[in-house]
């Protein structure tokens, strides 16, 4: 029987376990992840992921605990410093999942969605002017909740330990954990603390602890670092379309009170993108005197000289923003992250052996709504209930059979949900080019409601950077210059996430290339004594100058414009053709800067860079935005 200790006293008993097993003084010696003595905690179900999902799956365990009396250990890991701290939305909640939850909430004290939608419109931008349009009766649904995502998900994590539940901010989840025939998974590694940036020990290193479980679910949010590693192992993307992506990028104004709608919602399409490029626009009126306003682009984008920020900045020039943020009005808040845009056709297998995908993890948002919260906290729900029972009915010393989950999932009014709204996003990339998706999703969401025999697939299983044309292909874009305070240099808009990294740690963006599917990866055993994910990779310099040859020489430098946080620079070095450290290394007199105490974790390199080559991995727990009002 497992000795249950308050949360308090079990985060310093796990800090302890942590510290204990840390080593002396050690002259920098190299890490060696396979020479290492991890210290390991038992759970029931391990979340790694303290979001919507995460969370509700994890309250909604506790329910269960309460209403069958089987007790049930769950542990919540988070790599942000608080939760909430790394949530961006939008956004307007659909309170659906939320009324299922916790059906009492608007009697409880401290809740945080207090302003309802009063309006919703779509308006139809020129550079000049706007109109306004049809919009999709999905998204003009009313009874929702302007909101701070961060906010209602800091208050999702107090109800989450009033329960009993074991969340821990700052510690991130950096690798699963397999049986020894590597054919399921047992919980989660957690990253090395107190390695300098050639992966050196540094006298305060400890290194990651494991959390053994019989249930692992991950809800990372889009692109996480152990989906991408469960979907690649278990292959759980098989006969589904490769997931699509937007960047959302996102501010928060205290505007002149005369401009404040409470309650007010503004969908935009149109100006500033060209009629080539998919995205539009928000302004959210929020409570408390407070605006969010931003835009998603679609990284099926193809011109690599276009910049998402810039583009922003752009949008605020118009008469409408102007005029929205004229008075007294001050900027409080920016972030940015990337949103899953593929719909039904690109939701994988949501199970594995011993675990299952939740949330963003997955993909759930309904793109004719713009909304996927809802969708989020309900898979994690659903996830929770085939969790209960499959550790009642399995061995503990098996791995748990997560498929009900599945099953669930497809009976669910999720499915329903995605399912009606399953040919609007993928409509832009057939053959109708982006005027005919704009008309065939207007007829869609309007009349057929997803009553038709078709279903649009991505045949050629094309990504969103396979999309991206050479620069040779292209024409520049000329942005217009900042006009502080209505527009900032990007920089200037950093200071505003409150992002840190300690800088002498390892960089967190790996440029790597892969074994590709079928050499070994989703077939390699593991170390049986460690239980560590064994895939191979290569880092070498080979591998970073074919990256800077290919993404300068070709694709003009996309990441040093894309990233919204001026993470990635290409600069001139003489000496990068010559040099064998890969970190130096370059092509024709230029190298590749990785500024990564930068970053907002928003995971666009991942998904654009041309060369597939950037892989983002977790840094020390607690490093990233702060975000509070996002």
Not at 56 to 76: M, N, P, T, W
Not at 487 to 497: E, G, I, N, P, R
């Amino acid at each position: 029987m497992i000795l249950r200790c308050t949360r308090a006293t079990r985060a310093t008993q796990v800090r302890l376990l942590r510290s204990l097993h840390s080593t002396a003084l050690r002259g920098r010696e190299r890490f060696d992840p396979s020479n290492v003595e991890r210290a390991t905690d038992d759970v029931d179900v391990c979340i790694v992921g303290g979001g919507p999902a995460g969370l509700s799956a994890a309250i909604r365990l506790k329910q269960l605990e309460q209403e069958k009396g089987r007790e049930v250990r769950v542990v919540v890991l988070e790599k942000g410093a608080e939760v909430g701290s790394h949530i961006l939305s939008g956004a307007v909640l659909e309170p659906r999942a939320l009324d299922e939850l916790l059906p009492d909430w608007k009697s409880r004290d401290g809740h945080p969605l207090t302003q309802p939608t009063t309006s919703v419109t779509m308006r139809f931008f020129t550079e000049n002017s706007s109109f306004r349009v049809p919009q999709p009766p999905q998204m003009g649904k009313m009874g929702t909740y302007v909101i701070s995502l961060s906010r209602v998900t800091a208050w999702l994590g107090s109800i989450a330990e009033e329960m009993g539940i074991e969340v821990y901010p700052g510690f991130a989840g950096a690798g699963l954990v397999y049986g020894e025939d590597g054919r399921s998974v047992l919980g989660v590694r957690t990253n090395e603390v107190g390695l300098d940036r050639q992966g050196r020990m540094k006298d305060s290193f400890e290194p990651g602890m494991e959390f053994r479980a019989r249930v692992t679910l991950l809800a990372e949010g889009a692109h996480g670092s152990l989906s991408k590693e469960a979907t690649r192992r278990f292959k759980l993307r098989e006969g589904r379309d490769p997931q699509t992506y937007g960047l959302g990028l996102k501010e928060v104004w205290r505007v002149d009170p005369s401009k404040h709608e409470p309650g007010k919602v503004v969908h935009t399409m149109g100006w500033p993108l060209d009629f080539q490029t998919y995205g539009g626009g928000w302004t959210y009126h929020m409570a408390d005197g407070l605006v969010s306003l931003g835009i998603v682009i679609g990284l099926d984008y193809s011109n690599p000289y276009l910049s998402p920020y810039r583009e922003l900045q752009r949008m605020k020039h118009h008469p409408y923003y102007r005029d929205l943020l004229s008075g007294n009005s001050t900027r409080i808040a920016y972030g940015a992250r990337v949103l899953n845009e593929g719909g039904l056709q690109s939701v994988p297998q949501l199970n594995f052996p011993g675990g299952a995908l939740i949330g963003c993890s997955a993909g759930f948002v309904n793109v004719a709504k713009i909304k996927g919260t809802h969708n989020a906290m309900k898979s994690g729900m659903l996830a929770a209930e085939a969790a209960y029972d499959a550790l009642a009915s399995e061995s503990s010393e098996e791995s748990a059979d997560m498929s009900a989950y599945e099953e669930s999932f497809k009976k669910s009014w999720i499915y329903e949900d995605l399912h009606e709204v399953r040919n609007v996003r993928p409509s832009f990339n057939t053959g109708l080019g982006l005027w005919g998706g704009v008309a065939y999703s207007g007829i869609d969401t309007l009349f057929l409601r997803g009553r038709t025999p078709w279903t649009f697939r991505n045949k050629e299983g094309k990504s969103d950077a396979a999309h991206t044309k050479r620069a040779s292909e292209c024409e520049p874009i000329n942005y217009p210059p900042f006009e502080p305070p209505l527009s900032t240099d990007l920089l200037t808009s950093v200071t505003l996430t409150g992002t840190n990294h300690a800088e002498d740690q390892p960089v967190h963006l790996r440029v790597r290339r892969y074994l590709a599917q079928g050499e070994d990866v989703g077939t390699e055993g593991s170390e049986p004594e460690k239980g560590l994910q064994t895939e191979r990779w290569t880092e070498d310099a080979d591998v970073r100058r074919e990256h800077v040859k290919t993404n300068v020489g070709d694709y003009a430098g996309l990441l040093g414009r894309g990233c919204p946080a001026q993470v990635y620079e290409y600069v001139e070095d003489e000496t990068a053709d010559e040099a064998s450290e890969p970190e130096l290394a370059g092509w024709q007199g230029q190298k590749l800067v990785i500024n990564s105490q930068n970053c907002i974790h928003c995971k666009f390199c991942d998904v654009k860079v041309p060369t597939q080559d950037i892989t983002w991995t977790v840094p020390e727990g607690g490093g990233g935005p702060k975000y509070t009002v996002t």
